[in-house]
Structure formats: structure tokens, C-alpha cells
């Protein structure tokens, strides 16, 4: 049985809808990161980078990163597509996110990462606010005239899906984004997405 470790509201929202989607049975253990569990020495032992999400394998090893398990999970449970053009444009998705729309969040929530001088951390915050923004812009972009990113509901979407509720916990003005918000809607019609919703508290 697959086990997810993860946080309410955190990146590891995203394994936590597809493993729900999937219908298949696992364990989801709650790290709490406000009070550093990531960094205690039994979740290091299970994830040395001291992150969520990470992903117990049936044969009780662990990876991490969305980068590695959102495509782990999508073939597995065959919300990956087959097409090796898509497949590539969904890697290239999940990178992007992971690489660079994720870190500009950081900078909005967590500046003292980037900079030991507290002086310097309104410009970070209000920079990365900017950035992020403006990745969401181009994600909304990417749903126009479309029902999900690629030709079938796939791993990409819940990993947007993610980033659309920072976007509301940034109060960013994500009502403006048309076609993201009308994502965001038929989402949370989803029973897997209410769970999860449910399970992690979030509020949109």
C-alpha cells in the first residue's frame, strides 16, 4: 500500500487528489510543518530534504518531489498521458511549476530563505507576490477554451489546481483569471477534490 506524507494546503495537495482519484486504498500521514516535523529525525530519515510531499512505495522505499511522484502516480493509476509529445509537455508542466512558480510563492511566504537581512524582506515578498502573479496569469492562459491542460484530466491538473488556492491565499485576484477560475470550478465538483478539500481544510 502507498503512503503519502503531506501537509494541509501545501504542494503535496496535489499527490493527495490524485491518489484519491485513483480510488485505490493508502495511508496519508499528516506532517506538520509549522511545527517542524519535516526536520525531526524520523520524517529525515524518510525524506532527507525535510519536504512534502513524500511517497512511501509498497515495497516500503520513499521518493520525493512532485517533479518524480506526479508522474509516478499518473502511470500508475493511468492519469498520465500515452502520447510521448503530451507526455513531454506534461514533464515540462510539472517542471516549470516546480522550478520556478512554486520558489516565487516561497518568496511571498518564506523571504528570510533568500535573504538573512530582515530589511530586505518587504522587497522579496512584494517581488515574488508580482512573480507569482504573474505565472498564474500564464496558466490562465494555458485553460482557455479548454476543459483541462492536456487532453484529459491528468496529474498537470491537480498541480494547478494547488496553485490556484495560494493564488487566493495571496489575494492575488484570481476572479480575474477567467478560464482558471472556471477550472477551479469544475474541480471542486470533483468527490475526490471535495475530500481532499475537506481533509486539508481549504477554503476558496
Known amino acids: 500500500m502507498l503512503t503519502l506524507c503531506y501537509c494541509p494546503g501545501?504542494?503535496?495537495?496535489?499527490?493527495?487528489?490524485?491518489?484519491e482519484e485513483s480510488?485505490?486504498?493508502?495511508?496519508?500521514?499528516?506532517?506538520?510543518?509549522?511545527?517542524?516535523?519535516?526536520?525531526?529525525?524520523?520524517?529525515l530519515k524518510i525524506n532527507p530534504h525535510g519536504r512534502v510531499p513524500a511517497l512511501g512505495?509498497?515495497?516500503?522505499?520513499?521518493?520525493?518531489?512532485?517533479?518524480?511522484?506526479?508522474?509516478?502516480?499518473?502511470?500508475?493509476?493511468?492519469?498520465?498521458?500515452?502520447?510521448?509529445?503530451?507526455?513531454a509537455k506534461t514533464m515540462s508542466f510539472i517542471g516549470w511549476v516546480s522550478?520556478?512558480?512554486h520558489p516565487a510563492?516561497?518568496?511571498?511566504?518564506?523571504?528570510?530563505?533568500?535573504?538573512?537581512?530582515?530589511?530586505?524582506?518587504d522587497n522579496i515578498k512584494a517581488t515574488g507576490k508580482t512573480v507569482?502573479?504573474?505565472y498564474l496569469k500564464e496558466i490562465d492562459a494555458m485553460y482557455?477554451?479548454?476543459e483541462y491542460l492536456f487532453d484529459k484530466f491528468s496529474v498537470a491538473d491537480p498541480y494547478a489546481f494547488v496553485l490556484y488556492t495560494w493564488g487566493v491565499r495571496r489575494e492575488i485576484p484570481m476572479h480575474e483569471m477567467k478560464s482558471y477560475t472556471a477550472f477551479k470550478?469544475?474541480?471542486?465538483?470533483?468527490?475526490?477534490?471535495?475530500?481532499?478539500?475537506?481533509?486539508?481544510?481549504?477554503?476558496?
Do not use: W
Open 10 to 19: 501545501a504542494c503535496s495537495m496535489a499527490a493527495h487528489i490524485v491518489l
Open 23 to 43: 480510488g485505490e486504498k493508502y495511508d496519508g500521514r499528516k506532517i506538520d510543518l509549522g511545527k517542524g516535523e519535516q526536520r525531526g529525525a524520523e520524517y
Open 57 to 87: 512505495l509498497d515495497g516500503g522505499e520513499f521518493i520525493s518531489e512532485n517533479a518524480a511522484i506526479l508522474p509516478f502516480l499518473g502511470k500508475r493509476f493511468k492519469l498520465f498521458p500515452e502520447d510521448p509529445v503530451t507526455q
Open 99 to 101: 522550478s520556478s512558480v
Open 105 to 121: 510563492q516561497a518568496h511571498i511566504g518564506r523571504p528570510e530563505r533568500y535573504a538573512t537581512d530582515p530589511a530586505t524582506h
Open 132 to 134: 507569482f502573479h504573474g
Open 144 to 146: 482557455e477554451g479548454k
Open 185 to 204: 470550478d469544475r474541480m471542486v465538483k470533483r468527490p475526490a477534490v471535495q475530500r481532499v478539500m475537506e481533509d486539508e481544510k481549504i477554503k476558496l
